[in-house]
């Protein structure tokens, strides 16, 4: 086994997809079009204000709420993989941080701006530096998001130099310049021992950073609402809660991810089955401690059914929402635990409907998280139209959140094209050997 | 060898920076310090002394400077009306006492309340409620305005200090500052705030006001609106607009302070104190701790009966929200 012809192929395997081939272009393409779509609906709102939107007086959060706590959620799987998995030497999650670390950094950033559409005046944005009150947990989350991203995109970035010195050298990769800018974004990388030791270092000093960050991103996310006492958010377990179910939706987006880059970019020796097994196991644990708070949440306040609890358990267990809320409960949650089980489901396609399945059932469960409890205030809701009574989303808000997911996809698209989608080097070190390491 | 050269150099350099900073960051502290002692040198200087009789018929003497003068000419500038909005009528506690027994759903307080804040119907600052405890208890009429907390979850909440706490009572809300999170909507258990989701009602015939916190307008596109306790009515001395409107003597508002409250109505003015003993006043929803300055008597021996054509629709609210 000569290691130097391993070490060329895996190079010019990980590096051929960085290429603007017609698929990429036709993808682009579409992409920004339906994104240019989306935000036309976004100019109407700006002008005429947020009542293009279904939100009123009573439910005055409903879609772009549910959307940032559901962005906020999927990003927190950078931490798990990168982070939990890598302290824990885990090897098999190695070559699978990059894909979580681009995720992460795509979500949590448009978290960001999707919290902007949400906002009654978000010309007054930079009023929260200007006026910003520590008492408010708008302002801890607009802090610790922007702390997370900033993270992110360092754990995105140090595991990534030596990779770009690689890339700067490749011939293959045109035009000039772009190799011209990898060379100085390797920050003259020659892969001394005393250069690998600065990086190792600062790489380990985020992993360990980033953990308390991200439990906090979205620990203060669930105290937007745990901070109020409306029946249904007023809960102590809000911030686990939340936590939990964060990494369930992360887990399902790695695994869509995966399975698109290992078919797209032929990666299929380096993306396997076993990772998919893995993942599949990942997603099942995950989701089982995400079980267990739900049972906690509808449970116990379900088994007493004091007063005000009683209207907004009953409308989710069986009244208007109530079929939301077991399809989410079943088809995203109980059902994929159960078909994960089976060794057979845990291939890549069963694996990519069933995370699909989770997903979307994650993001319907944030906005049944939020749109229940607010269209069941203490005091009876009298003399106003219909449509403040209950939630219906506009066609405009969905197109505005809907180019949210296009601009996440958009960012994730384009860095998977620009950087190897794997790490080369930790790539390299798990073909040429010690696969019995395997956990 | 190139390196060995360099290191005292840069040393050298850094020991600079970090002396001159540290004399910056001296003659700064001392320069604020004095600067501190002369402003307060020369605001003690004018400090004449005034005699003044207090709310309890008691003569004292204070500062000349700690009075602070009630002017009935409107400021000409935006940051004036911001800040007097903030601070309020000094040594009042305005207070609000409501008797659901007295009230028939006339529902003029909620028109008063319309006109003088240019709202939409469906967001009177003040709703009519048709309440029913359970299903034996008798129905009856609830005027529910902000409950102006003395502990507000909203207040808490707001990222920018755009609503806040005044010292004489109500929680207003500075429309020039309100970014539209909406998060005091969220925090607000008693459903008290409404939000501009489009352009206002009377924007054309608003426009070019200088806008006023006591009164709201002209109101702003993409931000709260809410009652204000008619904060601009209270700094004239005159009743809030719903209390006036009120033709069945709901309605009592005064100064805590005085222990007094005047009847909107009938301009009876009345001990607070006795008033809420001897009909057993409570406030809305207590247990949460919000401490609310709008105070209820029960609807007993009501003057007027229920009218049978609302009960059906205060029996569907109450499936909504008691079972």
């Known amino acids: 086994m000569s290691e130097n012809s391993n070490l060329d192929k895996v190079t010019a395997d990980l590096l051929k997809p960085i290429r603007f081939n017609t698929g990429f272009k036709l993808w682009m393409t579409f992409l920004l079009v339906s994104f240019a779509v989306c935000m036309y609906a976004y100019t109407i709102q700006l002008r005429e204000g947020l009542g293009v939107a279904g939100i009123r007086d009573y439910v005055s959060w409903g879609m772009y709420i549910a959307n940032f706590v559901f962005f906020v959620a999927t990003s927190l799987v950078g931490m798990l993989i990168s982070a939990v998995l890598g302290l824990l030497k885990i090897k098999w999650a190695a070559p699978l941080t990059r894909i ?184 099942v644990l995950v989701s089982l401690v995400y079980l267990y708070f739900n049972l906690n949440e509808f449970l116990v306040p379900g088994y007493k059914m004091k007063k005000f609890d009683a209207v907004h358990l009953t409308d989710m267990f069986a009244g208007e929402n109530a079929l939301l809320f077991w399809s989410i409960q079943l088809l995203g949650l109980i059902l994929p635990i159960i078909i994960l089980l089976f060794k057979k489901a845990r291939k890549p396609l069963p694996m990519l409907i069933i995370a699909l399945f989770v997903l979307v059932g994650g993001w319907f469960k944030r906005l049944i998280i939020i749109v229940p409890t607010m269209e069941h205030p203490y005091l009876p809701i009298q003399n106003v139209p219909e449509n403040f009574k209950i939630y219906k989303p506009t066609l405009i808000e969905t197109a505005i959140t809907l180019a949210s997911i296009i601009l996440v996809l958009i960012i994730v698209t384009v860095l998977s094209k620009i950087v190897p989608i794997l790490p080369i080097k930790e790539t390299v070190e798990i073909e040429n050997g010690d696969e019995t390491n395997n956990i | 060898m190139d390196n060995k050269e360099e290191k005292p150099k840069k040393k050298s350099r850094r020991d600079f920076i970090q002396q001159m900073s540290i004399v910056g960051a001296g003659t700064v502290l001392a320069g604020s310090a004095i600067f501190a002692g002369y402003s307060y040198q020369k605001k003690k200087k004018q400090g004449d002394r005034i005699k003044v009789l207090t709310a309890n018929n008691e003569l004292i003497e204070v500062d000349k400077n700690d009075i ?256």
């Not at chain 1, 701006?113 to 947990?137: N, T, W």
């Not at chain 1, 409306?230 to 869509?256: E, H, K, L, M, N």
């Not at chain 2, 003088?116 to 305005?145: D, F, G, W």
Request: charged residues 25%.
């Open chain 1, 100 to 283: 979580a670390e681009i995720i992460a950094l795509a979500f949590a950033a448009v978290a960001g701006l999707v919290i902007i559409s949400d906002m009654g005046r978000p010309d007054r944005l930079l009023y929260l530096f200007f006026y910003g009150r520590v008492q408010s947990p708008i302002v801890w989350d607009v802090t610790v998001v922007t702390t997370y991203v900033l993270i992110s995109a360092l754990l995105l970035y140090f595991p990534l130099i030596p990779d770009l010195k690689i890339c700067s050298e490749n011939h293959d990769i045109s035009p000039k310049w772009m190799r011209k800018l990898y060379e100085i974004l390797s920050l003259g990388w020659q892969g001394t021992p005393e250069q690998e030791k600065i990086v190792n270092k600062s790489i380990k000093i985020l992993l360990v950073l980033i953990i308390p960050v991200a439990l906090g991103i979205h620990t203060v996310t669930s105290w937007l609402f745990a901070a109020t006492s409306r029946t249904g958010w007023d809960s102590t377990i809000f911030g686990p809660y939340f936590v939990t179910g964060a990494f369930v939706c992360g887990c399902a987006a790695v695994i869509i991810a995966m399975y698109f880059f290992r078919n797209s970019y032929k990666l299929k020796d380096y993306i396997t089955d076993m990772h998919f097994d893995k993942m599949g196991k990942l997603l």
């Open chain 2, 68 to 323: 602070i003068k009630l002017s009935k000419s409107v400021p000409a500038d935006l940051t004036e009306m911001q800040k007097r909005g903030r601070e309020g009528i000094a040594g009042k506690r305005w207070v609000w006492v409501i008797d659901l027994s007295k009230c028939r759903n006339a529902r003029k307080c909620m028109g008063a309340c319309i006109g003088a804040h240019h709202l939409r119907p469906e967001q009177c600052h003040i709703n009519v409620l048709k309440m029913e405890e359970s299903e034996h208890t008798p129905p009856y009429y609830m005027p529910k305005p902000c409950q102006h907390c003395d502990n507000p979850p909203c207040v808490a909440v707001c990222p920018v200090d755009a609503t806040f706490k005044r010292p004489d009572g109500p929680v207003l809300i500075d429309n020039e500052r309100c970014i539209g999170c909406r998060f005091c909507i969220a925090a607000c258990p008693y459903s008290a705030r409404m939000f501009q989701w489009t352009s206002p009602l009377k924007e054309k015939e608003d426009e070019g006001k200088i806008y006023d916190v006591e009164l709201n307008l002209p109101e702003k596109k993409g931000t709260i609106t809410k009652c204000l306790m008619s904060a601009d009515r209270l700094r004239e001395s005159k009743l809030p607009y719903c209390v006036s409107a009120c033709p069945n003597g709901v309605y009592y508002f005064g100064d805590e302070n005085e222990d007094a409250v005047t009847n909107g109505t009938t301009k009876e003015t009345v001990r607070l104190s006795k008033l809420l003993e001897e009909n057993a006043g409570y406030r809305l929803m207590a247990e949460l701790g919000t401490k609310p300055r709008v105070y209820y008597l029960p609807a007993k021996n009501k003057s007027y009966p229920f009218q049978d054509k609302d009960k059906p629709e205060a029996k569907e609210s109450i499936k909504d929200n008691n079972i």
